[in-house]
Every structure is written in C-alpha cells, then in structure tokens.
C-alpha cells in the first residue's frame, strides 16, 4: 500500500496526521515507521485489551 493510502486510512479512523506529522518534521516515511512500530508492539495490544474491559487505572 501507499503512503497516501496509508495516510487516507488513519485519517478515516480519525487519526491526527496533520499533527503527527507536524511533530514528525513532514516526514511520512518516519511517522508511518512508528505507526508499524507501536502495532508491532505486544504492549499495545494489551493496551486495548485493558482499555475494552474497562481494567486501566488513570495514575493522577
């Protein structure tokens, strides 16, 4: 897939690419690496996991 594919996509589930990108410098191909890498990442499915079932404790 293309990077403006990719780029349609996250904007379609209402991700903030214009400000990512911001703090990216502009650039897609870095920005869309940490995309990949967070995905990739076993915590951030536990992340969701915790966050559907409600078991996430806010650390104020």
Known sequence: METKEY???LEAYN???RGALER???DEKF???CIHM???D???EELGE???TGSVKPKI
Do not use: E, N, P, T
């Open 7 to 9: 780029m349609k996509r």
């Open 15 to 17: 991700c903030d690419v």
């Open 24 to 26: 990216c410098l502009g």
């Open 31 to 33: 920005y869309l690496s």
């Open 38 to 40: 967070v995905l990739a």
């Open 42 to 44: 076993k915590l951030f």
């Open 50 to 52: 915790s966050l559907s």
